[in-house]
């Protein structure tokens, strides 16, 4: 009996031994570091963090590389919004919402005749023209000025009544000045210029430059007439010669001495 006890007590003894012996869990792998979470960041910000190494140093991680100087920088998302107004200003005739009309192709005639960028005007800063005329886009702004700052107030203060639509003599014409053989060349004929005749005010009336220039509405012609002086660089009046006696004439031209106004 104490033989059988004293191996039953060794047998357990060597399981006991046996089931020390057996292989260790494996140790618990390190975390890896988390994604950067700044845009454009290097891989190496993505490597996992320092393993153990011999003699349970940790090694050093590896110095991350810096992105290059030329590395192109994708453009912002707002970029396209803030060019868009801009764009859209860009589709107004002569980029200038006040002008109403149509582009038109671009007219060639001889020698200095023509118009790199005419338009067909058909109103002014909210004012009809009874007629369309077709002029560059110089004298387009600055009708629209004019007809704004000038002719509208104008037509309220003297006239007494809102200023409706206008009625344009000229606008192209390949000619010499005033038609006449051997003058130069005419502002009318690189789209420079425009012959305003008559007006219409918002009570039906009619205002012409041949009856109303020393009749009852002489106040607001002669006002119409004098404010021009600025927006352009020629102003022209019945009282300038014979050739001008029913109509207003504007051009875009430029001195040195300033506007000429006759």
Known sequence: MKRAAQAITLAGALLAAHAAAAEPEPPVRPAFAPRAAAAGADVASRAPASRPGAGGASAPAPTPRPMSVGAPV????TLSRRVAPAARAGDALCGDPRLTGARVPEVTGQGQCGIDQPV????VAGVRLTRPVTVGCGVATALADWTEAVAKPAAQAHAGAALAAM???AGYACRPTNSQAGARISRHAMGQAVDIGAF?????????VLAGW???DAAFLRAAWRGACGPFGTVLGPDADRYHRNHLHFDTAR???GPYCR
């Open 74 to 77: 994708p453009a912002p998302a």
């Open 120 to 123: 067909r005007l058909s109103a």
């Open 167 to 169: 009625t344009p003599f």
């Open 200 to 208: 219409t005010l918002a009570d039906g009336r009619e205002v012409t």
């Open 214 to 216: 020393r009749g009852r």
């Open 255 to 257: 001195y040195h001495s």
